[in-house]
């Protein structure tokens, strides 16, 4: 089978640029119906079971997160920031725009990447985009996000011991999360508490409340 066409013309082709309610600063290729969209993404790709578009959506965690890091540049100025599980890559975009020394953004998808590239080019700020699983990496950040990462049992399990030695290690890690079943109860400090708009594509609700934590160190 031969590998699928350009996936920048494909985000190009298949989304229009939009701001997220919480962070109309920032500017991202967004999809509109999640299932045209989910099987488009399956004829480019040629197969089938796919996971869906997660990186064409800014989901209310990341809308959270993103906020919080507005509101607070100091957090951003000038560290090594990494945005885990960076979906559209929208909070390493605010880092950037808050003139953080470097900003990596990673993505096990590769069509996220691809799409978290075309919105740094969007909002013309440098991000480097790493495509793999970073979990076990030493740590080199000072600040860590990560925007609703525990939405399954097997994920949260694969990714907080890891969250929590970088902590230890001495980054500032920062969670948001809407609610999530697998969020760990304890090693959290509460931050900020945010109402973010969303749309029944994503959710069960138009609006979610958002919870902002960091980890104990």
């Not at 993505?107 to 700020?125: G, K, S």
Request: net charge negative.
């Amino acid at each position: 089978m031969s590998a699928p066409a350009d996936p920048a013309a494909f985000i190009r082709a298949h989304t229009a640029p939009a701001s997220p309610p919480a962070c109309p600063e920032i500017r991202l290729w967004s999809g509109g119906a999640v299932t045209p969209l989910w099987e488009a993404t399956e004829a480019w790709a040629g197969r089938s079971g796919l996971a869906p578009p997660y990186w064409a959506y800014c989901w209310a965690g990341g809308q959270a997160l993103t906020r919080w890091l507005l509101d607070h540049p100091e957090q951003a100025a000038g560290r090594r920031v990494l945005d885990f599980a960076a979906g559209c890559g929208v909070s390493a975009i605010a880092a950037a725009r808050l003139g953080a020394a470097r900003v990596e953004a990673a993505e096990i998808d590769p069509l996220a990447a691809a799409a978290i590239a075309l919105n740094a080019d969007l909002n013309q700020v440098a991000v480097e985009v790493v495509c793999g699983d970073l979990v076990g990496a030493p740590c080199r950040w000072d600040l860590v996000v990560a925007g609703d990462v525990c939405y399954e049992a097997a994920m949260t399990g694969h990714i907080w011991p890891w969250l929590k030695r970088l902590a230890a290690d001495g980054a500032t890690v920062v969670m948001a999360d809407p609610g999530r079943a697998y969020l760990p109860r304890h090693g959290l400090r509460r931050l900020a508490d945010f109402e973010v708009e969303t749309s029944l594509e994503l959710e069960d609700r138009t609006r979610r409340a958002v919870t902002v934590y960091t980890l104990a160190g």
